[in-house]
């Protein structure tokens, strides 16, 4: 069996992964709030831990792997957008209008998760299915001395939990003198957080034994993976920026319930995105929704295979470079497959197992730029086999490819991206020269990866030789390589390089 290895931030350190039952891997994932679109940062959880899912069902079966990612209905934001709703005259409730806003909102969010080609996880649980099971957590913190009741609310005491920062390796000492929190008068201390807090005549609301009211966000995701997958489960993820106060929160309430070996084993965070090299922001212009991206005309497939260029633990940076690099190999992989490849027997790789070496690229920590070096090599032999069962288990679907990509040839009038997209007409010589530098300076940037970890730099130097002698200009940083045409640029030699 291929031996997983994943980097646990609750250790500091990459790990073996040895599944509590290899018949029943499990893995939580913290889902959206559901109020708005999911912008393309939200996508990136989405995707890393849909790779992941992938890779555990290669390894111990389809049936023996459970993916639970959450739909968070109930919040203050959520609160916010229904009551903006009903200000401007709609019909309805808060209650209701709260319940027409969520409905809508998760099936956006599976509509658009399902265009980046990501599977939906075996359950999707709603934080409101489970209120009675945050109740009774409440109730039992409060017995074992973990949380307290003051004016309607219901708080966990960061004191009484002896590992409380362990997992984002902050001390209390150290939270508290930082503190940007509510210092409210019933808060013992300042770090204390939120399991239950009172609603009003019109806010959404469940009876409990502090009163009508309704559970912080911290405490829904531990009742719901308890309720789910018991008090011990393997992997939880998230984005980064979850990590604390989030997570933190999550595990200091779960395992006071029980003990500190209790609730997840591994613990996983993808770190942040950013567009053209900037902080996503409203203000910059530079926000975007998957939906808006989609609308621009970049197909879902770009979008995944750009994400899965940059390793999880690292910042990622969308850019539109990228997005033409990510178009070019994925027509030129349709291009090969052919309309014909549907006929064939190994098509979407059914019976054929993807090639050892890139189910192990992707068990190093879930090596997704090494397993794009892989796909590109697998291209430039033809190997339609390996090329489709890889491709497959990172989220492609052979046919899906083909029917978006094979039909535009390098020369028509139309691009992949879309005919005339911000004004601009592709398809050109010109376009696809650029196309084509592009592609190999991603080869090139792959290969010089690999090569850092090998020390083997044979090819790379044979490639950027080529290169030259193709009277390309080849200027290589720590952060990127860049392609330009230089003097006696010849197109035609840079054919036997792809």
Known sequence: MTEIKLYNTK?????????????DVRMYVCGPTVYDRAHIGNARPVIVFDVLYRLLREVYGADHVRYARNFTDVDDKINATAAARKAAGAAGTLEELVQERTDETIAWYLEDMGALGNLEPDHAPRATEYIQE??????????QGHAYAAEGHVLFDVTSYEN????SGRSVDDMIAGARVEVAPYKRNPMDFVLWKPSDAEQPG??????RGRPGWHIECSAMAEKLFGKRFDIHGGGLDLAFPHHENEKAQSCACGSEEDFAQVWMHNEMLQVEGKKMSKSLGNFFSVRELIEQGYPGEVIRFVFLGTHYRKPMDWTEKKAKEAEATLRKAAQLFGADTLSKPWCGSLDVPPPQEFVEALASDLNTSLALTLIKRY???ESESKLA???KLLGFEVGSLIEAFASFESSSSKNILGESRRGRTFGSTADLDANRLAELAETLRHGRDEA???????????LKAALIAAGVEVRMSKESVELSEGVGFDPSKLEDLL
Do not use: C, N, Q
């Not at 250790?11 to 018949?23: I, N, S």
């Open 11 to 23: 250790t500091r350190k990459k790990e073996v992964f040895t599944p509590l039952d290899a018949k």
């Open 134 to 143: 945050m109740v009774d957590m409440s109730a039992m913190l409060i017995e």
């Open 164 to 167: 409380y920062g362990s997992l």
């Open 206 to 211: 469940w009876d409990s034994p502090w009163g």
């Open 379 to 381: 291209l430039k032999e």
């Open 389 to 391: 069962s890889s491709l």
């Open 452 to 462: 850092m970890r090998t020390k083997d730099f044979s090819k790379v130097d044979k």
